[in-house]
RNA sequence: GCCAGCGUAGCUCAGGGGUAGAGCAGCGGUUUCGUAAACCGCAGGUCGUGGGUUCAAAUCCCUCCGCUGGCUCCA
């Protein structure tokens, strides 16, 4: 039996930490060598590196990354050491009576004592650990400015924020700031240009996506599979209006909690309409239609319904942020001993969704009661247990989120990671008791009394536009065959192979392959690096051979070259790929 | 929204007070080719917008719009 406490990976990972947080020590002394005036905010060691909060003079500019840069290596190279003390808050406070954020953070401490680390002329409060010396840090790179909010809060002045990377050795450094070059690559907003996919206009508003037909047929496809699985996993399908009264957002709340996220209301008639930000309202009035026997209960809405909301312009980004977008909703009225039961069901397709598109990068957070919130904590309790025991008992594993439940209900989101690292809020399942009191949303118990219904909002998706992000940049580009906008590419050696290759074509498409001939008088070579570069996963050389023998000489995305083959065979094997969603491709 | 940077041809980028450039893509020819770029030619831009400084602005200054990276926000 191991007995050991840590491993040795961990060990590694928590030195490399206290490199970081060292490195953010230098930085600020090279910032105050360079600026005496200086204010300092805080500077730990974050993901692959660190920052610290400045308040200068002057703005940064990206030219004086190097100046600092130049300064901390010389730091490092005089190797000073780092020295801790102890003082009273007093002493702290005297010493650094010229630094009000030092002074903020000092009056926090609830201790006595608060702890001090000196390397050559700059001091900082701080709890520690650090290199016993500056010349540990061996190899760091400061890599942006950033405007950044002291404490995080945008009513507090903002300061100026340098990121850097640091690692153990000069290789690591350059072998992260490579990946981060190949990520970039997969930048959906790159490959979304490169690959015909969509486009957003200046000239029709930032936010708002127009979808190409490649990009399109990606989503079609998308689309009528979650269609069938929905209707299979029984819930209905329904059909909204864009636009409703806005009374109706009175009703809701909506026009109150989240009047910044709305967009202006337009008149008609002298009545005052918007456009709607969310799906729900719609549902909620188709099943108001009639009365709802608990023996019919639950029904599940499910729309691709478009909504738009106004966000702060500061925020968009590429698909995955945007102002106008098509969420794969549904709604699911419930009683509450059916919740239970119905998250797990909500789970249980959203894995599904997740494991045949192929993504493994996700995590999965339960988010509990907020500091403003509907209901009582009696109710929130139990369906947070709710939510905690389906999450338990389909497996998943999960995090907390503290306070980050909605004001109206418990929540369990699903966050993709894009190819920078950041999080993407995916799927997501939310309680909501708020929604049935403010409509009396009801349904008739055992007991012939009214009861109000319990309400679950979710997408197994997220949106139609974050998910296509999500999908360009997990495959780079090389989506799986049943997606690939174009499934086959026919290339003729010559003109006088055209005829054959138009005649596969047409064999193709009338068995509902994407197939397409390029019919250009180009070089084999230069269809075929086209076909790479448009990721076909792929692609038929014909000539004299092929035509000879009625055959298709196959060549895959990958660079694999197969021998020639009978046509229908390598139909075969293309339907295959289809019906059975696979993810790589193979023969 | 806030801080910083950027905006030159469809794309990638050069030029930085004195007549707007390249490669790729496009178009027209020639070439008919066997697994990642044939050759020749042509065309293409109010240098994001509006204003200012100047004899002269793509270039310097300001405004706005958009994008990028952060911050804040994200039902």
Request: glycine letters at 6%; a negative charge.
């Amino acid at each position: 039996m191991v007995v050991s406490g840590k491993g040795q990976a961990e060990a590694n990972s928590e030195k490399l930490e206290i490199v970081r947080h060292s490195a953010a020590h230098v930085m600020a002394e090279a910032v105050q060598s360079i600026f005496p005036q200086a204010k300092f905010g805080i500077g730990p060691a974050i993901e692959n590196g660190f920052y610290y909060d400045f308040d200068l003079p002057r703005s940064l500019t990206p030219d004086d990354l190097p100046l600092i840069e130049a300064k901390m290596n010389e730091i490092i190279a005089s190797n000073v050491p780092f020295v801790r003390q102890e003082v009273t808050r007093e002493e702290a406070r005297q010493l650094f009576a010229a630094q009000p954020y030092k002074l903020e953070l000092i009056n926090e401490i609830a201790d006595e004592k608060v702890s001090l680390y000196q390397q050559g002329s700059f001091i900082d409060l701080c709890r520690g650990p650090h290199v016993s010396s500056a010349g540990e840090i061996k190899a760091f790179k400061l890599v942006s400015i950033a405007g950044a909010y002291w404490r995080g809060d945008e009513y507090h002045p903002m300061l100026q924020r340098i990121y850097g990377v640091a690692f153990d050795t000069k290789e690591a450094l350059a072998e992260y700031l490579e990946k981060l070059e190949e990520a970039a690559k997969r930048d959906h907003r790159k490959l979304g240009r490169d690959l015909d996919l969509f486009s957003i206009h200046e000239e029709a508003g930032p936010g708002l996506v127009h979808w190409h037909p490649k990009g399109a047929v990606i989503r079609y496809i998308i689309e009528g599979f979650w269609k069938d699985e929905h209707i299979k996993r029984g819930y209905d399908i329904v059909y909204t209006p864009h636009i409703a009264k806005l009374d109706l957002w009175k009703t809701s709340g909506h026009w109150e909690f989240y009047r910044d996220y709305l967009y202006s209301p337009m008149e008609v008639e002298e009545q005052e309409y918007i456009i709607k930000p969310m799906n729900c309202l719609g549902h909620i009035l188709i099943y108001k239609t009639r009365l709802h026997s608990y023996r019919e209960l639950p029904l599940r809405y499910a729309e691709l319904g478009t909504v738009y909301r106004y966000e702060r312009s500061g925020v968009l980004h590429g698909l995955s942020r945007v102002r106008g977008f098509t969420q794969d909703d549904a709604h699911i009225f419930c009683r509450f001993d059916q919740l239970e039961d119905e998250v797990v069901g909500v789970l249980d397709l959203a894995r599904f969704m997740i494991d045949t598109f192929g993504f493994t990068n996700y995590q999965v957070l339960l988010s509990t009661r907020p500091e403003k919130y509907a209901g009582t904590i009696q109710v929130w309790e139990e369906a947070t247990e709710t939510l905690g025991r389906a999450l338990t008992r389909i497996g998943l594993d999960y995090q907390i989120d503290p306070g980050e439940g909605v004001f109206y209900g418990p929540k369990i989101d699903i966050k993709f990671e894009d190819a920078q690292g950041r999080a993407w809020q995916g799927p997501t399942i939310q309680v909501d008791f708020n929604l049935p009191k403010r409509f009396n949303v009801t349904y008739i118990g055992e007991d012939n009394q009214e009861h109000l219904v319990v309400m679950i909002h979710r997408t197994v998706l997220g949106s139609m536009e974050r998910f296509l992000a999500s999908l360009t940049e997990h495959y780079g580009g090389a989506f799986p065959v049943w997606l690939a906008p174009l499934q086959v590419k026919i290339i003729p050696v010559a003109d006088r192979h055209l005829y054959y290759a138009r005649k596969l074509e047409a064999e193709l498409k009338s068995e509902g392959m994407r197939a397409e001939v390029d019919t250009r008088s180009e070089t084999v070579n230069h269809k075929i690096r086209q076909a790479q570069l448009d990721k076909i996963p792929y692609m038929l050389v014909v000539g004299d051979k092929e035509v000879a023998s009625s055959t298709v000489s196959v060549r895959l995305r990958s660079g694999e070259q197969l021998a020639s083959q009978p046509c229908d065979n390598f139909k075969e094997i293309v339907k295959s790929a289809i019906v059975n969603k696979v993810k790589e491709l193979s023969l």
